[in-house]
């Protein structure tokens, strides 16, 4: 069973840090191109950032350019999302899923919470 678990969320202040990890389990995807979503308060879950399976191609949504990074490691099956000058407007569930995303892979997500 194909299972993504997301973990190293938390509430922090604006301006601060966190580093997101997905880790994979049930199969590897290792050749699969992986993304991280966010869901807002009464808001559709959106696009955040996406990674290619070797890494050398990323891409982000405008909001969070040159503030995140996502990365991964193929030998761990696991993505992250280092996340830098949190603002408030960033408080959402951030998910990991493939991109375009495959509906059985939503995992729980993992909260995150910027105070202003």
């Known amino acids: 069973q194909v299972q993504l678990v997301e973990s190293g969320g938390g509430l922090v202040q604006a301006g601060e840090s966190l580093r997101l990890s997905c880790a994979a389990s049930?199969?590897?995807?290792?050749?699969?191109?992986m993304g991280w979503f966010r869901q807002a308060p009464g808001k559709e879950r959106q696009f955040v950032a996406a990674?290619?399976?070797?890494?050398?191609?990323?891409d982000y949504v405008d909001s969070v350019k040159g503030r995140f990074t996502i990365s991964r490691d193929n030998a761990k099956n696991t993505v992250y999302l280092q996340m830098n000058s949190l603002k408030p407007e960033d408080t959402a569930v951030y998910y990991c899923?493939?991109?375009?995303?495959?509906?059985?892979?939503w995992g729980q997500g993992t909260q995150v919470t910027v105070s202003s």
């Open positions: 990674i290619s399976w070797r890494g050398e191609s990323t």
């Open positions: 049930g199969r590897t995807f290792s050749w699969r191109v």
């Open positions: 899923n493939t991109n375009p995303p495959t509906t059985d892979y």
